[in-house]
Nanobody
């Protein structure tokens, strides 16, 4: 059982930045970030392959968010810039034993963090 602990959420004004971090109890093949706004389904944000370092992003965050990993510390971070009110959501870290373009689907992830709230005010 992989344990994931997120940190770094908070309240920020539109145009601002936040950095989310996720610490994993063991290494998996990929780690991703998803988010869920009130009344909406959980949606993919970004994923990184732990071996290759390659990434996939949702179109809505491409160019504004950057996912990165530290294999030595077994952590993954999400740097969020130029934040918009529509980025407001609970952000979840997730880990998977597989990696590829299909890891944009939340069904590919076996392990989830507890979530951290990100609120962007206009």
């Amino acid at each position: 059982q992989v344990q994931l602990v997120e940190s770094g959420g908070g309240l920020v004004q539109a145009g601002g930045s936040l950095r989310l971090s996720c610490a994993a109890s063991e290494r998996t093949r990929s780690m991703g970030w998803f988010r869920q706004a009130p009344g909406k389904e959980r949606e993919f944000v970004a994923v990184i392959g732990r071996n290759s370092g390659s990434t996939y992003y949702a179109d809505s965050v491409k160019g504004r968010f950057t996912i990165s990993g530290d294999n030595a510390k077994n952590t993954v971070s999400l740097e969020m810039n130029s934040l918009k009110p529509e980025d407001t959501a609970v952000y979840y870290c997730a880990a998977s034993y597989v990696y590829g373009s299909y890891t944009r689907s939340y069904g590919k992830y076996a392990f989830w963090g507890q979530g951290t709230q990100v609120t962007v005010s206009s």
